[in-house]
């Protein structure tokens, strides 16, 4: 039934009046959320059954991605994108008297993930779905999400994020108790020999029943839903009297409370490592039991199955899928390991030390000890198959159990077939730094796929006045294609829309500036330069960097109010985990430095400092369309590729950015007069670390300006950071400055002093605008997830792809 205005009307009404016995006039925002998510469910779930139908029908084989992070955000206004309904629903509310805004605002994002990780697995989620390939995530059906972010006195407090316990909870995920598996944690294991296999017998371990719910991946105008199947822990029906306190079932029910319990003590690691299990169990074994369902042969499962192991977190997929070969299908070692290796597939997110997880060995004993005795025999057969080939020192470098840890990025990489990093730059140092060994070993499993973004959501969603003006110069069939976005580069020199990429822009830091004084009482000028940085709080990432240089303009500013600067609106969004304390006194000290600067009338306020609380997806789509400048500061060598720079140069922003990550490539894409470059190279950060001849003191001794600048952490010119200032300035000088902010200050000063040149030739700067905007489709998620398809997981496209003729019926 193809879908129109007076349709629509019509059963939306008769879906409310179902629900509730109400009409449109009386039902609150809730209802009329529910019901409009109610009717977008029912008509999606027509092409989510037609979609399993066809992969069965089809035999295909089928990809599992496995994330214990996704950041989808809300879900609401993407369907509606997605099936084409959008437009019309607002025209539809807006005849009925709805104000579809204030009914969309009802959704709470749905808290799965923390920041770039997160954010990435739903971007990939919603490009596999629209461009028709056969997989599917898999995570954690977390209660809480990360943190609730709220300042108080200037410091980061951090409060439970109950998303699930809002009015509106999830209208979209399905429970399916059916599907429940059983996950085994703990006890003791013995291996018995019976009929020419080892049988584990479990001793005294804890049963937890594991229950999938699962939500709907909508692809765009092409009737294909994938599913991302998250799970919750419960209690086993069959064991429940033994559970039979608050404090007794807590231990089993918190397992999928909160993401990321702080693992800056045992407690915590403990439960970190129980959630790792517990979701990665709990999906493979669906996975297989769904296999063997359709199929009849174990031994071929690669041909039919893909896993993708996104980051560390989900590494034990290797050593489980393994037991379950092993020890319930009774497969040889050798065939399950052939097998296991040819289906899994992964996928590393950094070079630092602190995220390459590593498990000590009693606790991973105590937590999964057959997992451990897998994890010990692939260790073993590793060490023995390269003896005598391979130089002693680097077998000993590439084990998976040394120094009493087992190292989860070496498990992943010996049991895949592929490891990719996620930007050339990060690939390239996989290869020659942090996985040396291991390219050495396994060249042929490397490979390069840079990270990409929904350009869905993040322009014809976040800036839809910006996607229309579009509309007027290459039509519509952008939005299919991104790839004809780069045909914008052809009106460089049309003024008349260069004018309107100006117009749209200021609309958007007109509405940002608005949302700046709801939240925090601060009034902006629309018309300056709005400098946003907004990603996870980390020392690499520089912040503080950012920081420093706004110091040196408060001091200049002081000095001299008159001072002929552009004025800047500096804007900051960012969660620091809750035991990483250096990160909370630089927020710390980002909010005093804002308070003094925001209420000092002697500077005219010519630059004005914004740290927005709780900085999550829908605060995102809100920042980055109003934003001028991109900051992608991170210290060379470290940012593994980072997507926000992809998104706000989609939005128009120009980056002033670091040679680290993607920044790479971005710059090639836009050429060296689009972007403004700073900073240190990797080769000259390597260097460095070789030769040891960084001394940061030097710095403040000898740069006045640096002098000055640190001086005012210290000396109360910034009140109300007497310890977090000397903190931040000890590490800056006497513990020699870890990530080279100091080195880079001047160049920073300089490219800065060149952005603002820039801005005010406000032609140029639009015409730098619009390369960005036509050069970001090369960082469409679309393609970076036909790449995975093709040259991973071998999967093919099996839905229809035909715009907008193809759409969603009711």
Same mark, same amino acid.
């Given at each position: 039934?193809?879908?129109?205005?007076?349709?629509?009307?019509?059963?939306?009404?008769?879906?409310?009046?179902?629900?509730?016995?109400?009409?449109?006039?009386?039902?609150?925002?809730?209802?009329?959320?529910?019901?409009?998510?109610?009717?977008?469910?029912?008509?999606?779930?027509?092409?989510?059954?037609?979609?399993?139908?066809?992969?069965?029908?089809?035999?295909?084989?089928?990809?599992?991605?496995?994330?214990?992070?996704?950041?989808?955000?809300?879900?609401?206004?993407?369907?509606?994108?997605?099936?084409?309904?959008?437009?019309?629903?607002?025209?539809?509310?807006?005849?009925?008297?709805?104000?579809?805004?204030?009914?969309?605002?009802?959704?709470?994002?749905?808290?799965?993930?923390?920041?770039?990780?997160?954010?990435?697995?739903?971007?990939?989620?919603?490009?596999?779905?629209?461009?028709?390939?056969?997989?599917?995530?898999?995570?954690?059906?977390?209660?809480?999400?990360?943190?609730?972010?709220?300042?108080?006195? *200037?410091?980061?407090?951090? =409060?439970?994020? &109950?998303?699930?316990?809002?009015? @509106? +909870?999830?209208?979209?995920? $399905? !429970?399916?108790?059916?599907?429940?598996?059983?996950?085994?944690?703990?006890?003791?294991?013995?291996?018995?020999?019976?009929?020419?296999?080892?049988?584990?017998?479990?001793?005294?371990?804890?049963?937890?029943?594991?229950?999938?719910?699962?939500?709907?991946?909508?692809?765009?105008?092409?009737?294909?839903?994938?599913?991302?199947?998250?799970?919750?822990?419960?209690?086993?029906?069959?064991?429940?009297?033994?559970?039979?306190?608050?404090?007794?079932?807590?231990?089993?029910?918190?397992?999928?409370?909160?993401?990321?319990?702080?693992?800056?003590?045992?407690? *915590?690691?403990?439960?970190? =490592?129980?959630? &790792?299990?517990?979701?990665?169990? @709990? +999906?493979?074994?669906?996975? $297989? !039991?769904?296999?063997?369902?359709?199929?009849?042969?174990?031994?071929?499962?690669?041909?039919?199955?893909?896993?993708?192991?996104?980051?560390?977190?989900?590494?034990?997929?290797?050593?489980?899928?393994?037991?379950?070969?092993?020890?319930?299908?009774?497969?040889?070692?050798?065939?399950?390991?052939?097998?296991?290796?040819?289906?899994?597939?992964?996928?590393?997110?950094?070079?630092?030390?602190?995220?390459?997880?590593?498990?000590?060995?009693?606790?991973?004993?105590?937590?999964?000890?057959?997992?451990?005795?897998?994890?010990?025999?692939?260790?073993?057969?590793?060490?023995?198959?390269?003896?005598?080939?391979?130089?002693?020192?680097?077998?000993?470098?590439?084990?998976?159990?040394?120094?009493?840890?087992?190292?989860?990025?070496?498990?992943?990489?010996?049991?895949?077939?592929?490891?990719?990093?996620?930007?050339?730059?990060?690939?390239?140092?996989?290869?020659?730094?942090?996985?040396?060994?291991?390219?050495?070993?396994?060249?042929?499993?490397?490979?390069?796929?840079?990270?990409?973004?929904?350009?869905?959501?993040?322009?014809?969603?976040?800036?839809?006045?910006?996607?229309?003006?579009?509309?007027?110069?290459?039509?519509?069939?952008?939005?299919?294609?991104?790839?004809?976005?780069?045909?914008?580069?052809?009106?460089?020199?049309?003024?008349?829309?260069?004018?309107?990429?100006?117009?749209?822009?200021?609309?958007?830091?007109?509405?940002?500036?608005?949302?700046?004084?709801?939240?925090?009482?601060?009034?902006?000028?629309?018309?300056?330069?709005?400098?946003?940085?907004?990603?996870?709080?980390?020392?690499?990432?520089?912040?503080?960097?950012?920081?420093?240089?706004?110091?040196?303009?408060?001091?200049?500013?002081?000095?001299?109010?008159?001072?002929?600067?552009?004025?800047?609106?500096?804007?900051?969004?960012?969660?620091?985990?809750?035991?990483?304390?250096?990160?909370?006194?630089?927020?710390?000290?980002?909010?005093?430095?804002?308070?003094?600067?925001?209420?000092?009338?002697?500077?005219?306020?010519?630059?004005?400092?914004?740290?927005?609380?709780?900085?999550?997806?829908?605060?995102?789509?809100?920042?980055?369309?109003?934003?001028?400048?991109?900051?992608?500061?991170?210290?060379?060598?470290?940012?593994?590729?980072?997507?926000?720079?992809?998104?706000?140069?989609?939005?128009?922003?120009?980056?002033?950015?670091?040679?680290?990550?993607?920044?790479?490539?971005?710059?090639?894409?836009?050429?060296?007069?689009?972007?403004?470059?700073?900073?240190?190279?990797?080769?000259?950060?390597?260097?460095?670390?070789?030769?040891?001849?960084?001394?940061?003191?030097?710095?403040?001794?000898?740069?006045?300006?640096?002098?000055?600048?640190?001086?005012?952490?210290?000396?109360?010119?910034?009140?109300?950071?007497?310890?977090?200032?000397?903190?931040?300035?000890?590490?800056?000088?006497?513990?020699?400055?870890?990530?080279?902010?100091?080195?880079?200050?001047?160049?920073?000063?300089?490219?800065?002093?060149?952005?603002?040149?820039?801005?005010?030739?406000?032609?140029?700067?639009?015409?730098?605008?619009?390369?960005?905007?036509?050069?970001?489709?090369?960082?469409?998620?679309?393609?970076?997830?036909?790449?995975?398809?093709?040259?991973?997981?071998?999967?093919?496209?099996?839905?229809?792809?035909?715009?907008?003729?193809?759409?969603?019926?009711?």
């Amino acid at each position: 039934m193809e879908l129109d205005k007076t349709l629509f009307i019509e059963n939306f009404k008769k879906r409310l009046s179902q629900k509730y016995a109400i009409d449109v006039s009386d039902a609150t925002n809730s209802e009329l959320y529910d019901t409009l998510c109610s009717l977008v469910k029912s008509s999606y779930s027509v092409s989510w059954r037609q979609t399993w139908k066809d992969y069965l029908k089809e035999n295909e084989k089928q990809v599992y991605y496995f994330s214990i992070e996704f950041l989808p955000g809300k879900l609401l206004k993407s369907n509606l994108l997605n099936m084409g309904w959008y437009q019309l629903v607002i025209d539809s509310f807006k005849e009925i008297g709805i104000d579809f805004e204030q009914v969309a605002a009802v959704e709470p994002d749905m808290a799965l993930g923390n920041g770039g990780l997160g954010r990435l697995a739903a971007d990939f989620m919603d490009s596999l779905a629209s461009e028709g390939y056969p997989v599917n995530g898999n995570g954690i059906r977390y209660r809480y999400g990360l943190f609730k972010q709220r300042f108080v006195n *200037g410091y980061q407090v951090e =409060l439970p994020d &109950e998303w699930l316990k809002t009015a @509106a +909870g999830n209208a979209w995920e $399905i !429970r399916r108790a059916s599907k429940a598996v059983t996950v085994t944690m703990g006890g003791h294991v013995e291996l018995v020999q019976k009929n020419g296999y080892l049988e584990p017998i479990y001793k005294d371990a804890t049963l937890i029943k594991a229950v999938p719910y699962d939500v709907g991946m909508v692809g765009y105008h092409n009737q294909h839903v994938n599913t991302l199947r998250l799970w919750s822990a419960e209690i086993p029906e069959a064991v429940e009297s033994c559970y039979p306190t608050i404090e007794a079932r807590r231990q089993i029910e918190d397992i999928t409370t909160v993401l990321y319990p702080d693992d800056s003590n045992e407690a *915590g690691r403990r439960l970190r =490592l129980k959630q &790792e299990y517990f979701f990665v169990s @709990a +999906g493979v074994q669906s996975i $297989i !039991r769904h296999y063997k369902k359709y199929h009849e042969t174990i031994d071929q499962i690669s041909q039919r199955v893909a896993i993708h192991i996104n980051d560390t977190h989900p590494a034990m997929c290797v050593a489980e899928f393994m037991r379950i070969l092993l020890d319930e299908e009774h497969l040889s070692w050798e065939k399950a390991w052939e097998q296991t290796v040819k289906t899994m597939s992964y996928t590393n997110h950094t070079i630092m030390a602190e995220a390459l997880e590593t498990w000590d060995i009693p606790l991973l004993n105590e937590i999964q000890p057959r997992i451990l005795q897998i994890i010990a025999e692939i260790d073993h057969r590793f060490v023995a198959h390269l003896a005598g080939k391979m130089d002693g020192q680097l077998i000993e470098r590439t084990r998976i159990i040394s120094g009493g840890k087992v190292h989860m990025a070496h498990l992943a990489v010996i049991g895949s077939h592929s490891t990719n990093g996620v930007a050339q730059l990060h690939t390239d140092l996989l290869k020659s730094d942090v996985l040396q060994d291991f390219y050495t070993l396994y060249p042929e499993r490397f490979n390069n796929k840079t990270n990409g973004i929904a350009l869905r959501r993040w322009l014809q969603l976040a800036n839809p006045e910006l996607a229309a003006i579009i509309d007027q110069k290459l039509g519509r069939n952008w939005r299919q294609n991104a790839c004809q976005l780069q045909q914008l580069q052809q009106y460089n020199t049309d003024e008349q829309f260069l004018k309107k990429l100006a117009v749209v822009k200021l609309h958007n830091k007109q509405r940002l500036a608005k949302l700046i004084e709801e939240r925090t009482g601060v009034t902006v000028d629309p018309t300056a330069i709005f400098d946003v940085q907004i990603k996870r709080l980390h020392a690499y990432k520089r912040q503080l960097l950012n920081l420093l240089r706004i110091i040196k303009l408060y001091l200049d500013l002081k000095e001299n109010p008159d001072l002929a600067i552009v004025p800047r609106v500096f804007i900051f969004g960012a969660k620091a985990a809750p035991s990483y304390h250096y990160a909370k006194s630089i927020i710390k000290c980002i909010n005093e430095t804002a308070a003094l600067i925001n209420h000092d009338s002697t500077i005219q306020g010519k630059i004005k400092v914004i740290f927005l609380e709780n900085y999550d997806v829908s605060l995102a789509e809100q920042i980055i369309p109003a934003a001028d400048i991109s900051e992608q500061i991170s210290t060379a060598s470290k940012e593994a590729s980072g997507t926000s720079n992809m998104k706000l140069m989609l939005n128009g922003a120009l980056t002033v950015a670091t040679l680290d990550g993607a920044n790479v490539e971005i710059k090639e894409q836009v050429g060296a007069d689009n972007i403004f470059m700073f900073g240190l190279t990797k080769q000259e950060v390597y260097r460095y670390y070789q030769d040891h001849s960084y001394h940061s003191l030097d710095y403040y001794h000898h740069n006045l300006v640096i002098h000055r600048v640190l001086d005012a952490l210290i000396d109360g010119t910034i009140p109300n950071i007497a310890a977090e200032g000397h903190e931040i300035f000890d590490s800056l000088t006497y513990l020699n400055d870890d990530y080279f902010v100091l080195r880079d200050f001047e160049d920073y000063l300089r490219i800065q002093d060149q952005v603002d040149e820039t801005y005010r030739d406000q032609k140029k700067w639009q015409q730098m605008s619009l390369i960005n905007i036509a050069k970001a489709c090369h960082f469409s998620s679309d393609i970076t997830v036909k790449k995975y398809a093709s040259e991973i997981w071998q999967v093919r496209s099996v839905a229809q792809k035909g715009g907008v003729n193809i759409g969603y019926p009711l």
